[in-house]
């Protein structure tokens, strides 16, 4: 499609052939220019980066949303992303201290300022439509409520979610926050999404928008804190790190793989999954075969269990030195739910050059990892965060700084950590009452028309 202005990228998010939106250079950042983003506070750090990429909202304007958004009231810490050394040349990146406990957060709730933003611009107002299975209904909650010009209509799957996550969403009493639980499995709320976006004629009518992980600016969000993390763990702009991403749908990791190409010097990116290992498999194999849903395992780190990664796509664009003709057909094999086998071609040779490599988890290996990191180092780490250190130390190198994403908070996930510890996780202050709280939504048949006739009458 023609290049768009960073806003219209923003609401829209997808070419009009389902493509996905790439900037169209990325800005490579010099020595010079390292030296200086070094000294910086998140916020400062944030706004570097960040306008590096946003072309149509004046300076002021954007570090004003920057400074509304990364607040240690919000974040719970002046640092936004704190880094803590485990031993020497070891660290995590704390990213899940926002709202909802899960490094989520940190792209959400500036897309939620943002969207306010391009909103109150154009005066339009949007309906947000969403799917979750755990984390990212939350966190689009916890960044749209109360925000003007923006509904949110969140589908989840009646009693299949954490209590502690079901929660989260239900205990919102904002007016322009819709929980809908369906009679059904993540799959049903899927599908009545993508049947509503399929429908031209009512997303045009009902200015249906979507928040998940495809969108640009959440990727353009992340990257900031790879930048963060590099700085704090290091103390010349001369050393390399490696840093270990659990990984899904290949968000957060592409955002590392922006970094890189900016300039930032990681060595390695080592990508983590859990036992539905679509991703793990390509970086080993060169084959890229998504799976089905009925080929997908229920696993005890329930944000990786995803067969088919929607950002993947980002990656092999760059892989393939931006020849969109070469990724419109390997997507077409992809979209008719077949794979692509990239062994043996010039490209699987070049994938060496972007630094992945890849590791897997499962239940042993993930409770064995919880239980190591507390007794090593009296540091609790939740079942995502585990998959990435194991992978993680697997990869490591003597001479090379290590630096795990943490993705989550144990408390989130207390069964796993309880089989792992012997005991609950600690709560932060704050959450400690939140299943009592009065809850609402709506239940509903997984009905499309159900679900669009509820949106017709609030919107
Ligand atoms: C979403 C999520 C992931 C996966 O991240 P992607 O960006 O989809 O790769 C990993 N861990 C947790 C806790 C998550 O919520």
């Known amino acids: 499609m023609p290049p768009k202005k960073f806003s219209k990228i923003l609401l829209a998010g997808l070419a009009p052939d389902g493509g996905l939106a790439m900037p169209e250079a990325y800005p490579r950042i010099s020595a010079a220019q390292m030296e200086e983003l070094r000294g910086?506070?998140?916020?400062?750090?944030?706004?570097?980066?960040?306008?590096?990429?946003?072309?149509?909202i004046p300076a002021a304007d954007l570090r004003d949303i920057i400074a509304?958004?990364?607040?240690?009231?919000?974040?719970?810490?002046?640092?936004?992303?704190?880094?803590?050394?485990?031993?020497?040349?070891?660290?995590?990146?704390?990213?899940?201290?926002?709202?909802?406990l899960a490094f989520k957060d940190i792209a959400m709730q500036l897309l939620g300022n943002l969207f306010e933003?391009?909103?109150?611009?154009?005066?339009?107002?949007?309906?947000i439509l969403g799917a979750t299975s755990g984390d990212t209904g939350p966190s689009a909650e916890y960044a749209m409520r109360g925000k003007h010009g923006v509904r949110v209509f969140m589908l989840s799957p009646q009693g299949k979610m954490s209590h502690f996550q079901t929660a989260q969403m239900f205990s919102l009493q904002d007016p322009n926050i819709f929980n809908i639980a369906i009679r059904g499995v993540f799959d049903d709320c899927q599908d009545i999404v993508k049947a509503v976006s399929n429908d031209y004629t009512f997303k045009q009518k009902y200015r249906i928008g979507t928040v998940n992980s495809i969108n640009w600016a959440r990727i353009l969000a992340q990257i900031v804190y790879y930048f963060k993390g590099y700085f704090a763990a290091t103390r010349s702009n001369t050393e390399q790190v490696s840093f270990a991403v659990p990984s899904g749908n290949f968000g957060n990791i592409c955002a590392g793989h922006v970094a890189r190409m900016m300039g930032l010097p990681i060595r390695r990116l080592i990508l983590a999954t859990n036992?539905?290992?679509?991703?793990?498999?390509?970086?080993?194999?060169?084959?890229?075969?998504?799976?089905?849903?009925?080929?997908?395992?229920q696993t005890s780190s329930p944000s990786m269990d995803i067969s088919k990664a929607s950002n993947f796509e980002r990656f092999i664009f760059d892989l393939?030195?931006?020849?969109?003709?070469?990724?419109?057909?390997?997507?077409?094999?992809?979209d008719k739910g077949a794979a692509?086998?990239?062994?043996?071609?010039?490209?699987?040779?070049?994938?060496?050059?972007?630094?992945?490599v890849s590791g897997t988890s499962n239940h042993a290996a993930r409770i064995a990892t919880i239980r190591k990191i507390h007794e090593q180092y009296g540091v609790l780490v939740d079942p995502h965060t585990a998959d990435g250190l194991k992978a993680g130390l697997e990869h490591r190198e003597a001479d090379?700084?290590?630096?795990?994403?943490?993705?989550?908070?144990?408390?989130?996930?207390?069964?796993?950590?309880?089989?792992?510890?012997?005991?609950?996780?600690?709560?932060?202050?704050?959450y400690e009452n939140l299943e009592s709280l009065p809850q609402r939504y709506v239940v509903m048949n997984a009905d499309t028309d159900a679900v669009k006739a509820f949106i017709a009458e609030q919107a």
Request: proline share 6%; hydrophobic share 40%; aromatic share 10%.
């Open 400 to 430: 090379v700084q290590l630096i795990c994403l943490e993705t989550a908070l144990p408390v989130k996930f207390s069964e796993s950590i309880i089989e792992a510890i012997g005991h609950e996780p600690a709560r932060p202050a704050g």
């Open 40 to 56: 910086l506070g998140y916020r400062e750090l944030a706004f570097e980066i960040i306008s590096r990429f946003v072309d149509d």
């Open 117 to 127: 933003y391009a909103l109150a611009k154009t005066g339009e107002d949007l309906n």
């Open 320 to 334: 393939t030195g931006r020849d969109t003709a070469k990724v419109k057909e390997l997507w077409r094999a992809v």
């Open 68 to 100: 509304r958004t990364y607040t240690p009231e919000l974040f719970r810490s002046e640092e936004i992303a704190p880094l803590r050394t485990l031993e020497p040349g070891l660290h995590i990146l704390g990213l899940s201290n926002g709202p909802t």
């Open 340 to 356: 692509f086998d990239l062994a043996g071609t010039p490209l699987w040779e070049k994938v060496k050059d972007f630094g992945f």
């Open 275 to 297: 036992e539905n290992e679509v991703l793990a498999e390509f970086f080993r194999t060169g084959c890229y075969r998504p799976r089905v849903a009925a080929e997908t395992l």
